[in-house]
Nanobody, 115 residues
Framework: QVQLVEFGGGLVHPGGSLRLSCAAS????????LGWYRQAPGKQRELVAT???????NYADSVKGRFTISRDNAKNMVYLQMNSLKPEDTAVYYC?????????WGQGTQVTVSS
């Protein structure tokens, strides 16, 4: 059974940094593509970043150069380092596991960027 649990959200000032973590359970995490998505109030959920089992990364244009996704297969963890945060980054951030054509989601963690 796949289970994803996010950690690390909170309130940060513009220009600040946060690191999100996601603990993934299940027997096939190491071969899955892991990712982060976000959903702001009144908007659709959108891709932030993904990382394949081989370490290939993909980022939304809006976060390139500011966010870094990484994973630790030994610990079944995926991380999102967020730097130079902007108010428009405010959203609920969701961890995602994409495996064999199926998507699994965490419960989400709130990130608020405000002065």
């Amino acid at each position: 059974q796949v289970q994803l649990v996010e950690f690390g959200g909170g309130l940060v000032h513009p220009g600040g940094s946060l690191r999100l973590s996601c603990a993934a359970s299940g027997s096939a995490v190491s071969i899955a593509t892991l990712g982060w998505y976000r959903q702001a109030p009144g908007k659709q959920r959108e891709l932030v970043a993904t990382i394949t089992s081989g370490g290939t990364t993909n980022y939304a244009d809006s976060v390139k150069g500011r966010f870094t996704i990484s994973r630790d297969n030994a610990k079944n963890m995926v991380y999102l380092q967020m730097n130079s945060l902007k108010p428009e980054d405010t959203a609920v951030y969701y961890c995602n596991e994409h495996l064999l054509g199926l998507d699994y989601w965490g419960q989400g963690t709130q990130v608020t960027v405000s002065s």
